[in-house]
Every structure is written in C-alpha cells, then in structure tokens.
C-alpha cells in the first residue's frame, strides 16, 4: 500500500490526532432534564443563580434562642417556625421559639438549642447544655455564594452535580449530544454466540464486548450483522452507516494479513488520519474518516479491543463531548518484576490490591496474549508500561487504568 498518512506512530501522537480531530468534530450542546444528566458532559460552565443555603436556617430540630448564656429564669418562649413559609419572627434577647431543621432563622436569633437537650416548663425553655454563639445555624450563602463559577465547560456530570443544579432551581442543563455510534465485527470465522461452530469457526465475542464497553460509557451503540471478508460487502455497509452515525467502530480486519481489508479501504473511499500505533495489544489501530462518520477500527483480538478502546475509543468518544476531566488513573506498586523485551507502550492486564502498610500494589498477569479474554476477565486494570525495553523491578511504580467498568 502506498502510505501517505502517519504509521507506526507513538501512542502520544495518537492521541494528539485524536484529540484534533475530536475538537474540529465537536458534537453540538443540546438542553436535557436533569434526570437524565448523569456522565454528560456540560457544555456551559455552571454559575449559581442564587446562593446555598438561600437563607439563614436551623440545622438542627429544637429552638432558636436569643441570649447566651441562658438567662437564670431560662428563655421565654414565643412562636413556632417550621421548615416552610417563613413567618418572620423576630427574638427578643431572652426569647426562644420552636423551630425545624431547615427553617428559616427567627431574626436575632443567637443559636439552636436541639431538641434533645432542652427542657420546657410552661412557657420557659432550659437547658443544662446550652449551645455556642451561631451553633446549628446554617448562614446563607456559606456552600454556595450566588455567582460562583461551580463546574465548567466540559465538566462531567455526577448525581452530587445534578443535585447541585437541582438545588440552584435548575430543571435542565445543556450538555454535549453524545455521538451515535455503529458497530461492526468482520471475519469469515465468526458465527453470534447460540450458533454452533463448525470446524475453524469461533464466537464473536468482539460484538458484545464492544457494545458494552460502549454502553458503560453511556452510549446507545448499533450494532450490524457479522461481516464477511469481503471488501465489497464491507464498503458497502460501513458507507451506509457512516451516512447515519457520527462514529462507525469496526473490529477485525486491520493488519497485515490476506484479508484485512479495512486499511486499503480506508485509505481508497475515505481517508486515514493514522494506521498502526506502537502499542501492546493493539498495534494496527486504523483511525480516519469515511464519509461524514468518522471510523476507528479496533483490532481482532479481544484484549486488542478492551485496550485500545478504553485507552484511544473513549478518549475519541470524550473529545467529541469536549470532556476535559481526566479519567482515573492509579499508580501502584509492581508485585512482580517485569521484563519488557519489546519497545511498544505496553497495557498490561494487572489486578490491583492493597498491601499491609496500605500501599496499593498490581499483580500483572503473565497470561498476556492478546486473544486471553479470561485472563482479562480476571483481572481489573490495565497497567501502563511505557515505551522502550527494560526491566522494571518489583515495586517499581506504574499507572494503572481500571479496565473493568460496570462492576462497581
Ligand atoms: P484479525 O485482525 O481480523 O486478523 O483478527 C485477529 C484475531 O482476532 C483472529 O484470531 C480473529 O479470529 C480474532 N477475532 C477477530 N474478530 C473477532 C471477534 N469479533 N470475536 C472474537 N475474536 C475475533
Ligand atoms: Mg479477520
């Protein structure tokens, strides 16, 4: 193939294409209900329209007083305020009133005497435990002052965060639509699980895979029939998804061999914004555009797919949000030496745990080829080992990604 497009290519320069692209294709802001919010990315920053607590106001069950310490003959008590409509009591010093928690704050009032440690007798309110100066009073405006900048463009939207918006008397936000995105898994020697096998035919597990780890990021991904290896029919169906979808995701069919047809296709009806990263598992990762979608096909391999998605796919899905949060990253003690031979950037399959003194520590899997899915399945991070041979000896400090979403 005649290649006039970067190959080869560093996982930073990678990502650095990734990143472009996903900013000259950002998705446009759309408005939702808050309810429907969660792991979206907000398209305007959040600035409060008004301030939290909105009003000075009881923390506690129990009475508002004015007068500290207690007058001999204890507080006189006057009124009642309930959490509610604010009925505009005003304390005089040496006068309580019964008030509940979140109620708005009787005028003059010193502090909340709770409930548990006051005493009534008659009209006069005691305690042997009276409360500080301002105890259990929430004052207006000390969570939230009104005009804070709270979150940013580009922030991710978390139920702490939809409360926030919903206390604010927010009832929607506008946040980034999320691509659509077309699936398609390709080889001669797949058949769908609950079909038998015939001699040199396996299960497509890439379908479910993907579709899922697609879904954990919240997306609502198509998926297509299994596609043969056949250049024709794979152009002609991948041309009619990139019509409709913002992200057609392939797997199959990248490298080298006799019917990876994906790259030639590419680069002959579309065009290749790279092919092939210095990587492991996942080296023939092929980004590019075909039509107006835009297509990143992932490698066979079932561990090729969880790595190379959950390191560049969802970076290309976060881009195309304007997400700018990181995603979280461990770093952790080795538990095993290692010997890197080879000089690709390497995610390693790891299980991270916590040693005796409270360090966390990752067990790499020696299983690491990269058709092993249940040595992937066992473990729950990806541990980065960068560019270049060497040997990392144990306790040797690595990045770990968690690679096992949706298990909590
Ligand atoms: P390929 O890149 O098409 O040569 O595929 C690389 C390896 O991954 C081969 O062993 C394929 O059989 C395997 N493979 C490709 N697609 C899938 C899939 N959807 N499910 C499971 N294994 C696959
Ligand atoms: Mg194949």
């Not at 507080?75 to 708005?104: C, H, K, M, N």
């Not at 035919?201 to 043969?228: C, K, M």
């Not at 796919?313 to 461990?330: A, F, I, K, T, Y």
Request: charged share 25%.
């Amino acid at each position: 193939m005649n290649v006039d497009f970067p190959t080869r290519i560093g996982f930073d320069e990678a990502a650095a294409i990734i990143d472009r692209v996903a900013r000259e294709r950002r998705l446009a802001p759309e408005r939702i209900p808050l309810q429907r919010g969660l792991g979206r990315v907000l398209a305007d920053d959040l600035v409060a329209p008004i301030g939290l607590p909105n009003f000075d106001n009881a923390a506690m069950d129990g009475f508002a007083v004015r007068g500290l310490p207690m007058p001999d003959a204890g507080w006189e008590l006057v009124g009642e305020q309930f959490a509610g409509t604010d009925r505009g009591l005003v304390l005089q010093t040496g006068q309580g009133s019964r008030i509940t928690t979140g109620a708005p704050l009787p005028a003059g009032a010193d502090a909340i005497l709770i409930k548990e440690n006051a005493r009534v007798e008659g009209d006069r309110l005691f305690t042997d435990t009276p409360p500080a100066m301002r105890q259990h009073i929430r004052r207006a405006g000390e969570d939230v002052e009104a005009g804070t900048r709270l979150l940013a463009a580009g922030d991710v939207l978390t139920p702490a965060r939809i409360g926030l918006a919903a206390a604010l008397g927010l009832p929607e936000l506008s946040v980034a639509r999320r691509p659509t995105v077309a699936v398609f898994t390709t080889g001669d020697e797949l058949r769908p699980p609950g079909q038998a096998l015939a001699p040199g035919e396996i299960h497509d597990s890439n379908r479910a895979l993907l579709q899922t780890l697609l879904v954990a990021e919240g997306l609502e991904p198509v998926a297509w029939p299994i596609l043969p290896d056949d250049p024709a029919r794979i152009a002609a169906m991948l041309e009619d998804a990139a019509f409709s979808f913002d992200l057609v995701i392939t797997c199959g069919g990248v490298s080298a061999g006799e019917k990876d047809h994906l790259p030639a296709l590419l680069q002959a009806r579309g065009e290749t914004y790279f092919w092939k990263v210095r990587m492991k598992p996942g080296m023939p990762l092929l980004f590019g555009r075909l039509g107006d979608a835009l297509l990143l096909g992932l490698p066979g391999n079932p561990v090729s797919v969880l790595a190379t998605f959950l390191t560049l796919g969802r970076r290309l899905v976060d881009g195309l949000q304007g997400r700018v949060e990181p995603r979280s990253r461990w770093r952790a003690k080795l538990a095993l030496p290692v010997d890197k031979r080879h000089e690709r950037l390497e995610f390693m399959r790891g299980r991270l745990q916590v040693d005796a003194s409270g360090q966390l520590q990752v067990q790499p899997d020696p299983a690491t080829g990269s058709h092993r899915l249940a040595a992937a399945a066992g473990n729950d991070v990806l541990l980065v080992l960068p560019e270049g041979a060497g040997h990392f000896p144990a306790g040797s400090v690595v990045d770990c990604l968690p690679s096992s979403s949706g298990r909590g």
